[in-house]
Every structure is written in C-alpha cells, then in structure tokens.
Nanobody, 127 residues
Framework: QVQLVESGGGLVQAGGSLRLSCAAS????????MGWFRQAPGKEREFVAG????????VYTDSVKGRFTISRDNAKNTVYLQMNSLKPEDTAVYYC????????????????????WGQGTQVTVSS
C-alpha cells in the first residue's frame, strides 16, 4: 500500500514557476511508476506527466511539454513536478498517483491505470 501527500501548490503569476512534491509512505515506493494529474473546476481529471519506476522514462501531455518536468528521488520516496512558464490555463488541483502495477517499464497515462492517489494541491496562476 502506498500513501501519497502532495505539497508545493500556491498562487503564482503567469510566467512564474512552482515545484510540486509528492511524498510517499511505504518501502515499496521505488517499484511504482508515478504520475501527476490535474482537475480544473467543471472539467475532468486529466493526465499531466508520468515517470516509470526507475526514472528513465517520462511522458507528458502536449500542453505542458517543454514547460513541466517530472522527476523522482527514490531515496527520498518523493516525486516532483517542476512547472515553469505557467499559464492561467494551468490552474487546477494537482494530484499525484502511483501505478497500480509495480515495475512497469513505461509510464502510464490514464486514470484507471493508477491505483493510489493523493489528496491534491491547488495551483492558481493569475494573468
């Protein structure tokens, strides 16, 4: 079982940066691929970025490519999302999630492939 706690959200002006962190409990964190999702008011939860268990494969949704970077530190049981050049349309609650299957070689991109979720952290980008 993996428990996840996000932090690092807040209010930032357009063009600014934030770094989200997701701290995981449990000794098996390093075996799970991890992902970041976001949900804006009135919209469905959408995939943002994913990283496989070993950290050598990442995937991003098109709208954040070149601006966001996902990374992980297995020694610290933490996954990060560095967000640069933020836009008002990035405003959402951001959630981290752990793959429901361990040791998958690639990062997955759909909500139903993730079995553990954090409580979310709010990111607001003002124009």
């Amino acid at each position: 079982q993996v428990q996840l706690v996000e932090s690092g959200g807040g209010l930032v002006q357009a063009g600014g940066s934030l770094r989200l962190s997701c701290a995981a409990s449990g000794r098996t964190f390093s075996r799970y691929g991890m992902g970041w999702f976001r949900q804006a008011p009135g919209k469905e939860r959408e995939f943002v970025a994913g990283i496989n268990w070993s950290g050598d494969k990442t995937v991003y949704t098109d709208s954040v490519k070149g601006r966001f970077t996902i990374s992980r530190d297995n020694a610290k049981n933490t996954v990060y999302l560095q967000m640069n050049s933020l836009k008002p349309e990035d405003t959402a609650v951001y959630y981290c999630a752990a793959d429901r299957i361990v040791l998958r070689s690639f990062a997955v991109t759909t909500t139903n492939e993730y079995g553990h979720w954090g409580q979310g952290t709010q990111v607001t980008v003002s124009s």
